[in-house]
């Protein structure tokens, strides 16, 4: 696996991907980003920007109108990583689970939120939130 820029932010990058996509998108969408600065990117940033594009794009794809929250924790253990979406519940997407994420050796997780629409919780390997410890 290549090895990630120990100091490039999560955050800045899924501002700009997040940005782009939305820039074309002709519905109201309410865009929430709650990210600490201070995380960093727990992959090589080509293979990051892969994960999101395609994850954020199946988001925006499921909604007309509505809300694309981001959000990331750093626990002791694991970094994790949620895109949720004010979409149609999972048995509803024709969404797949992008290769990427096993490349990263990434666990996905898809699930309904309790408001409705649907999250994929993204929790990377320990040795990313061992990193960010360091």
């Keep these: 696996m290549a090895s990630p820029l120990p100091n490039r932010s999560l955050r800045c990058l899924v501002e700009s ?4 996509a939305l820039s074309p998108h002709r519905d109201d969408i309410d865009l929430e980003i709650d990210i600490d600065p201070s995380i960093i990117l727990p992959a090589a ?3 990051m920007t892969q994960l999101l594009q395609v994850l954020v794009g199946q988001s ?4 007309q109108a509505g809300e694309l929250s981001i959000i990331a924790w750093q ?13 149609c519940p ?20 898809r699930q ?8 994929v919780t993204v929790r990377f390997p320990q040795r990313a939130a061992r990193r960010e410890a360091a």
């Design 112 to 119: 309904n939120c309790p408001q409705g629409g649907a999250a």
């Design 60 to 63: 925006l794809r499921e909604i």
């Design 45 to 47: 940033e080509a293979d």
């Design 17 to 20: 991907i997040a940005t782009r």
């Design 75 to 87: 626990g002791p253990h694991c970094l994790e990583l949620e895109i949720a979406d004010s979409g």
């Design 90 to 109: 999972v048995e509803d997407r024709a969404a797949s689970l992008p290769m990427i994420a096993a490349k990263l050796g990434a666990q996905t997780v």
